[in-house]
């Protein structure tokens, strides 16, 4: 065969063969991609997959676990009784690290004493010559109550004029049933415990009261009427916060004319300066909104006064930059934990090394904030600068090194342009010690919402939602002071009632909040 014929069959079955084997990897890729998007979708629906999940859910097969140990123990305890009673042995104590009750808590007290205190050798009486104290924690089921109001009348016998009676107190439901404090109960156990108004309902069904749950919605509404004053003002303190938080979750609403629900969105507004150390209060703002597009976080941040929005790299938000306002332009801050999660996907999904030395990488990242966490700014920015700033500085090339090694069309090589994209966002933390590396503070928040919404499935009305993103604000404010919200409910609504002043509405804010000596002790 000529020479030149063979060397041409020979180009072309090379051809074929590189064709080939572009088409096996591309093959190949797109398999990964699909088995990226099934893990994805599994990681959404299975708890012990999600990053989207709360810590407690996480939990929740460990619950089954320490179920089940208990019923073990339980029975190895009863045998090893029985054993000893038989061996004619004073059962043995288990030992128990109950810890320490509060002192607040009432203390109901029983003596339980020997069946006889006469000694056995016929002497008489025994004197007691010491006790054995156990503390256990009960409970008294929720117990309702009817509270009496009585106003005394008062009139002089001689001229039969005069008449003296104090005014009848303001109440949230002028001839209600309800007081402040049950009012606040119902707040808190939809909006903070996640019972729907139906459920409670059925609570209340259990002591005999008929409460429906329009009923409950109607003077849950009336509350929210008198405590629109105190979310105004704490959206004041928010726009003057040189810092926040934002992000944005799902919010069904029910569309009555098609019969079915449409996606409005709660943006939480977050500032949290316990990070280093600030004196700034925390607070948390929902807001409702009918759509998720740039126009709504330009309608509700006009007015604010800070700098930085810490936030994910959802494109709404960039908007935001080019903004004229006073102080200049928004600068975003970019999450930290963001990256990592698709970082996250990549090494589980096929043990990319390059996955795992970013992992590595940014784990070194956050070492280097523990050690700073609470502490004041410039501390957390020297440190930062001495130990963070050289791992930044090396990681960026080192990305772009890798991103030139690995298939373009993959999605480590998405990842990783995803990161590269959003570098100016991601290191800005290295310019100022109140920047956080993530948007954790208020993606905590929003967990609760999405389980009030599991729970409550929609709101019936887009009032409804803004009602909801109210209140939910008011009792998130709450758990972040540390302030019990059934309390300070109940104790807001009853000083706007009796005319607290707007001039001192400060006063009333969550974080200001003294709680009651006996719960503080």
């Given amino acids: 065969m000529d020479a030149a014929v063979l060397a041409r069959e020979n180009a072309l079955l090379k051809a074929r063969l590189a064709e080939v084997e572009a088409t096996l990897a591309e093959t190949q890729e797109a398999n990964r991609r699909l088995q990226d998007i099934l893990r994805a979708a599994q990681r959404e629906k299975f708890g012990k997959r999600s990053e989207k999940l709360s810590p407690d859910q996480f939990n929740l097969p460990l619950e089954d676990a320490e179920f089940a140990q208990g019923v073990l123990e339980a029975a190895q305890e009863k045998a090893e009784a029985a054993m000893q009673r038989a061996r004619g042995e004073e059962p043995r104590k288990p030992r128990r690290n109950r810890g320490h009750l509060p002192s607040h808590l009432p203390r109901v007290e029983r003596v339980v004493e020997p069946a006889s205190t006469l000694c056995p050798c016929g002497c008489g009486e025994m004197a007691k010559i010491g006790e054995d104290v156990s503390e256990r924690l009960d409970v008294i089921p929720a117990q309702f109550r009817v509270l009496v109001t009585r106003r005394p009348k008062y009139a002089c016998r001689r001229c039969s004029q005069s008449v003296a009676q104090a005014h009848a107190p303001e109440h949230v439901v002028p001839g209600g049933l309800p007081t402040e404090l049950f009012i606040a109960w119902i707040i808190v156990s939809k909006f903070g415990d996640h019972l729907p108004f139906y459920r409670q309902a059925e609570i209340f069904k259990r002591q005999g009261i008929d409460l429906d749950r329009g009923t409950l919605g109607n003077w849950v509404g009336r ?3 008198h405590l629109m004053p105190i979310i105004n003002h704490m959206k004041a303190h928010l726009r003057g916060a040189d810092r926040i938080f934002v992000d944005e979750t799902r919010a069904p ?43 709504h976080p330009l309608k509700f941040l006009t007015g604010y006064r800070g700098r930085f929005l810490q936030c994910d790299a959802y494109q709404s938000y960039n908007a935001l930059t080019e903004i004229e306002r006073d102080g200049g332009p928004w600068q975003l801050v970019y999450c930290w934990t963001h990256v990592r999660r698709r970082f996250v996907k990549r090494f589980e999904s096929d043990g990319s090394p390059i996955a795992e030395e970013m992992l590595r990488q940014i784990a070194l990242l956050y070492q280097i904030e523990k050690t700073v966490r609470g502490q004041d700014a410039d501390v957390r920015l020297a440190a930062r600068r001495e130990h963070a700033a050289p791992i930044i500085t090396a990681l960026k090339p080192w990305l772009e090194v890798q991103l030139s090694r690995i298939p373009q069309k993959s999605q480590l090589a998405e990842d990783i342009r995803y990161t590269l994209a959003h570098w100016p966002g991601l290191i800005r933390f290295l310019d100022d010690g109140t920047l956080e590396l993530d948007t954790n503070p208020v993606e905590n928040q929003i967990r609760p919402i999405a389980l009030t919404r599991k729970n409550a499935l929609f709101a019936g009305n887009e009032v409804g939602a803004e009602n909801w993103a109210m209140l939910a604000s008011l009792v998130a404010t709450c758990k972040m002071s540390d302030v019990n919200p059934v309390d300070y409910l109940a104790a807001t609504l009853r000083a706007i009632l009796d005319g607290h002043p707007q001039s001192g509405i400060e006063d009333l804010m969550p974080w200001r909040y003294d709680q009651p000596s006996s719960l503080a002790a």
């Fill in 223 to 225: 509350a929210c009427f």
């Fill in 253 to 295: 609403v029910l569309d009555p004319g098609r019969k079915a629900t449409k996606s409005g969105y709660f943006w939480a507004v977050v500032a949290d300066d316990r990070g280093h150390g600030g004196v700034g209060p925390p607070i948390v703002l929902f807001h409702y909104a009918s759509g998720r597009g740039k126009a």
